[in-house]
């Protein structure tokens, strides 16, 4: 951090403010913006809500002598947008207040933005550079990237497994519909966290069948995720969580399609790829992450076919000896996490 310039320093700040509103800008990404004047900073505001202002515009009305806009810096982490959506756009404000200088994290690759934010500014004089803190700045916002780019939400597999390597204990019919625990209750914390700040989850039908999960955000206060179940034959009925219609459910199956209260059944085409039609579904719905939960074999094909952008392995400190094997699964770890004698270890995709 000492060795960052002023510029890096100012953006590093744009980023700080930005992550202030993780999980509430959706669709719209996490925006922090700085305005200096002579070294020192006078302004600043974040995009905390999608439909209320951009950052842009908070920074720029935070500032209590406009007079000073005409001899400062704006500092933003993305390329302020050139359209009308259910705001003004910013560039024009920028232009509008006359500020001299931006300076910009990335470009917007979102279509409706690519450019022609800096396109427009510079038309009006505006002193624009880009890439200030780039990487940091594309990371932070990786989940809107990869959403518009590749056409499917950001994909984070996660799993707990054992010390000896299982995800569960070989089951008997007695054992169906309760949930066997291999992290302690500060690493199930986190994990309800995570549900807070990502769009969806996802499940396969037999850990639907067997653990019965919730799938809901319970250890945590937060926004609920999109639940999402595999159940080809529509197994499932009123006793299992799933079904309870207290918050959105979508049920992928290859029998029917119907809607009951909060339950929506969406039906899949057998013949061709289950995973990718499920995925385009999601990104028609504008869900722009999905957290994978299991069981093992659906997590394996996502594995397989490299549909996935972080994995979170949850390592509990038990053994199981026999049971089902967790994921075959090969990565670099990126970061390391210790919640007493459980351990997260998170990877990357493509990294």
């Known amino acids: 951090m000492n060795h960052l310039s002023q510029e890096e320093k100012y953006m590093q700040r744009c980023l700080q403010l930005a992550q202030m509103a993780e999980g509430n800008t959706y669709p719209n990404p996490m925006v922090g913006s700085v305005i200096v004047h002579k070294g020192k900073i006078i302004g600043e505001g974040y995009h905390q809500k999608a439909g209320e202002p951009h950052a842009e515009v908070n920074a720029v009305h935070s500032v209590k002598d406009q007079s000073l806009l005409r001899q400062s810096t704006l500092y933003v982490n993305l390329e302020p947008c050139a359209h009308y959506g259910k705001t003004p756009p910013c560039s024009k404000l920028i232009i509008d207040k006359a500020i001299p200088h931006v300076v910009i994290g990335c470009i917007d690759s979102y279509s409706e933005v690519a450019g022609k934010g800096i396109e427009m500014m510079k038309k009006a004089g505006v002193d624009v550079k880009t890439g200030v803190l780039e990487a940091k700045s594309l990371e932070l916002n990786r ?197 007493g004698d459980s351990q997260l270890f998170v990877y990357r995709n493509n990294l």
């Open 143 to 339: 989940r809107f990237f990869t959403f518009h780019n590749k056409q499917r939400p950001y994909i984070i597999l996660k799993w707990a497994e054992t010390q000896d390597g299982f995800v569960d204990i070989k089951r008997t019919d007695a054992d169906y519909g309760q949930p066997t625990w291999i992290t302690n209750e500060w690493a199930r914390r986190a994990v309800h966290k995570q549900r807070t700040t990502e769009e969806a989850v996802l499940v396969g039908t037999q850990t639907a069948l067997k653990d019965n999960p919730s799938l809901t955000v319970r250890d945590w206060s937060g926004k609920q995720p999109l639940r999402c179940v595999i159940d080809k034959e529509c197994q499932l009925d009123g006793q299992y969580h799933l079904l309870d219609n207290t918050h959105q459910t979508v049920i992928y199956n290859l029998r029917k399609e119907d809607r009951v209260k909060l339950t929506e059944y969406v039906k899949l085409d057998a013949g061709k790829d289950l995973t990718l039609q499920i995925l385009k579904d999601l990104w028609q719905r504008n869900i722009q992450s999905l957290i994978v939960e299991g069981g093992s074999a659906t997590l394996q094909c996502f594995i397989n076919a490299d549909l996935w952008d972080e994995a979170h392995r949850y390592v509990g400190d038990v053994f199981f000896k026999k049971g089902v094997k967790a994921p075959e699964f090969s990565a670099k770890i990126k970061q390391k996490h210790t919640f």
